[in-house]
């Protein structure tokens, strides 16, 4: 298994930054993708960033630009470094490990509040 700790978010202005972090631990070998999720209030949870065990990123139209994923193997963390920050950006936002070989598993950070301010 794979577990999740996260840290980082908060509330921002619009048009700031704010850095999420993500440790994980456990079968690290058989991890193939981390991302970020958030979910808004009333709205389904939505893949904001993923990058793969080959270092492929994937970003949500929406944030194309602006959020950046990149992954530390030294530290077992990946980040979502975000900028120029809108309000339609607020959310919680959760990391996201899929691992497994024959089949494949998701396992879930706790979630992080980000609000960004107008």
């Known amino acids: 298994q794979v577990q999740l700790v996260q840290s980082g978010g908060g509330l921002v202005q619009a048009g700031g930054s704010l850095r999420l972090s993500c440790l994980y631990s456990g079968s690290i070998a058989s991890v193939n993708r981390m991302g970020w999720y958030r979910q808004a209030p009333g709205k389904q949870r939505e893949l904001v960033a993923a990058i793969t065990k080959g270092s492929t990123t994937d970003y949500a139209d929406s944030v194309k630009g602006r959020f950046t994923i990149a992954r530390d193997n030294t530290r077992n963390t990946v980040f979502l470094q975000m900028n120029s920050l809108k309000p339609e950006d607020t959310a919680v936002y959760y990391c996201?490990?899929?691992?497994?070989?024959?089949?494949?598993?998701?396992?879930w950070g706790q979630g992080t509040q980000v609000t960004v301010a107008s």
């Open positions: 996201n490990a899929r691992w497994g070989d024959i089949y494949e598993w998701d396992s």
